[in-house]
């Protein structure tokens, strides 16, 4: 039988074991899929005792993407623009790195009928989430697209090395004031530590829509920003987790599976 994993430091909270076995089962491909946690110290020789040990693929979560794509013998061009890896697909001799989250972004976006094109978008957050979503956000064609972070240099950095892609306006959260948005990103992490990005007052346009792409408890606080701004929808990163594993899946299997039922059994779980 065909081994996969999901790698990262914790990882006993990961839904990718269960996500991948739905979509297994759904196809009727026969693999494994295992949580394996792996200190960071200890990642490259783990990996090499992976690849010895059979594994076909597998995906890496935090604190493990950036690192990841520097132990790889090839990466995407997606996963270069990012910075980070979160998929790895076996090669004779080591690992090829992907990234799947952009795709499994703009494919929930669809799925929530949220239109990027024409629209004003504000990203919050200048960290590999977000460098993960830039480019497919750029190809969707906004009327504007502005990344946001705490201290200007990042977000004008990350401007000038996409602009080959698409026009970024790069923009602090404090000198967002008195502009308006149809959709807001939230790519920051800060909903761990139980807090929202600090941003100043009314941000949001009539009938806008806020996205987070933190799920579960660390969703709340953007959650509770976006009801304070009147937001037309809210939604957080779950469908946005398991289409990234729908892609993921594609890449090792070569069949797309269908995610609805999936994200329909994690909320009620």
């Known amino acids: 039988m065909d081994r996969y994993a999901v790698i990262g430091f914790p990882v006993s909270h990961s839904k990718s074991p269960l996500i991948h076995a739905r979509f297994a089962r759904q196809t009727g491909q026969e693999l494994g899929y295992e949580a394996i946690e792996i200190a960071?110290?200890?990642?490259?020789?783990?990996?090499?005792?992976?690849?010895?040990?059979?594994y076909r693929g597998c995906n890496a979560t935090l604190p493990h993407k950036l690192v990841v794509a520097k132990l790889c013998e090839q990466v995407s061009e997606r996963a270069q623009l990012a910075g980070a890896v979160n998929t790895l697909l076996r090669t004779d001799s080591g690992w090829r790195g992907d990234n799947s989250d952009g795709e499994g972004f703009i494919a929930d976006l669809r799925n929530?009928?949220?239109?990027v094109a024409g629209r004003r978008v504000l990203l919050l957050g200048t960290g590999g989430a977000a460098r993960g979503i830039l480019k497919p956000l750029l190809d969707e064609k906004?009327?504007?697209l502005v990344l946001s972070g705490?201290?200007?240099?990042?977000?004008?950095?990350?401007?000038?090395?996409?602009?080959?892609?698409?026009r970024i306006v790069p923009r602090t959260h404090a000198s967002l004031k008195g502009d308006l948005y149809d959709l807001v990103i939230n790519a920051t992490s800060v909903g761990h530590q139980g807090a929202a990005p600090r941003l100043p007052g009314q941000l949001l346009a009539p009938g806008g829509a806020c996205y987070d792409l933190s799920y579960g408890p660390a969703h709340a606080p953007f959650a509770a920003w976006a009801r304070s701004q009147g937001a037309a929808l809210v939604a957080d990163g779950l469908g946005m987790l398991v289409e990234q594993a729908a892609v993921s899946f594609e890449l090792w299997r070569g069949v797309r599976p269908q995610t609805a039922g999936v994200v329909e059994e994690l909320r009620r779980s």
């Open 150 to 166: 705490r201290n200007p240099w990042k977000p004008e950095e990350i401007a000038e090395q996409f602009k080959p892609h698409g």
């Open 112 to 115: 929530l009928g949220l239109a």
């Open 40 to 54: 960071p110290a200890a990642l490259a020789e783990r990996l090499a005792q992976m690849h010895a040990e059979g």
């Open 142 to 144: 906004p009327a504007e």
